[in-house]
């Protein structure tokens, strides 16, 4: 059974978040109705992340198995037909090596922030960046943004109701940048908490207007308390751009270890009964 790697871009407005949901449209719901409708199969793809409510997408990836070979060319004008009217969009396909799951598989991903910095409200932005009036300091945004970077214990910054076993990531790479009117932050790690990005963008905004200073983001992290961070920047201006994976030699060998340790896991649960 082939399985195919897509490459997503979405507006995330009218959705409940990429994962399907009983209470509303997901990016997900609309990609396994698109694969119905070109193959007659009905799927359950598997996503790299599953954005929140009105995130949106530039560089999502999930999977598909499908029953047969598909040139990916038509796979992609296949799906890019049937996901219309809703603002889904394949971008990319490939036929994928025996194991490769878009989200196990994966070793990092990256995301964007987009604040629109003006008085003037939005226009053609609206919902698709964060609106703040006063002038923002991106420079010290991003120094303070590297206190970030590292591996810490995201409590402070992590939705309440977030699921992950553990508080501590690695963030590999954290910037802030002016483009015009706009300030952009760009981060990426192996994964991320709920809520983690948009926590630590809306902590930032607080150095950003001089509210802040890089030293009460260390001391912040260190509170490992909800109640130390700052606003939540809203979901509108955040963007998965990127998800990176490793080799397919390497994919292929990290599963056969996992296989040959579970193996010899049951066989020494049979030997112990």
């Not at 009983?22 to 359950?44: L, Y």
């Not at 219309?84 to 490939?94: E, G, M, R, S, T």
């Not at 490769?100 to 598989?105: G, L």
């Not at 590297?146 to 963030?171: I, N």
Request: charged share 25%; glycine share 8%.
């Amino acid at each position: 059974m082939p399985r195919y790697k897509l490459t997503v871009e979405y507006d995330g407005r009218p959705f409940c978040g990429w994962q399907r949901q009983a209470n509303g449209p997901s990016v997900q719901a609309v990609i396994e109705r698109a694969v119905k409708a070109f193959s007659g199969e009905e799927v359950t793809i598997g996503g790299a992340g599953r954005t929140d409510t009105g995130v949106h997408a530039t560089g999502q990836v999930c999977h598909i198995d499908l029953s047969r070979s598909w040139p990916v060319k038509t796979v992609i004008g296949a799906l890019n037909f049937h996901c219309q009217p809703d603002p889904v969009v394949i971008l990319d396909c490939a036929e994928m090596h025996e194991g490769f799951d878009a989200r196990f598989s994966a070793i990092r991903r990256s995301y964007r922030y987009r604040i629109q910095n003006r008085v003037p409200p939005l226009t053609h932005e609206r919902g698709l960046a964060w609106h703040v009036k006063p002038d923002l300091d991106a420079e010290a945004m991003h120094a303070a943004a590297q206190e970030f970077v590292g591996h810490h214990d995201f409590t402070t910054f992590r939705h309440s109701r977030c699921q992950a076993r553990s508080p501590e990531k690695t963030l590999e790479h954290f910037s802030v940048r002016r483009e015009g009117e706009f300030v952009i932050a760009e981060c990426s790690s192996r994964s991320f908490l709920h809520n983690q990005v948009r926590s630590m963008v809306g902590t930032l905004r607080l150095v950003g207007e001089g509210k802040w200073r890089p030293g009460d983001i260390t001391a912040a992290l260190a509170a490992r308390d909800r109640n130390a961070c700052g606003p939540v920047a809203p979901a509108d201006g955040l963007y998965l751009t990127r998800v990176d994976y490793r080799s397919a030699e390497a994919d292929i060998a990290l599963r056969a270890d996992w296989q040959a340790r579970k193996a010899a896991m049951e066989a020494a649960d049979d030997a112990e009964a």
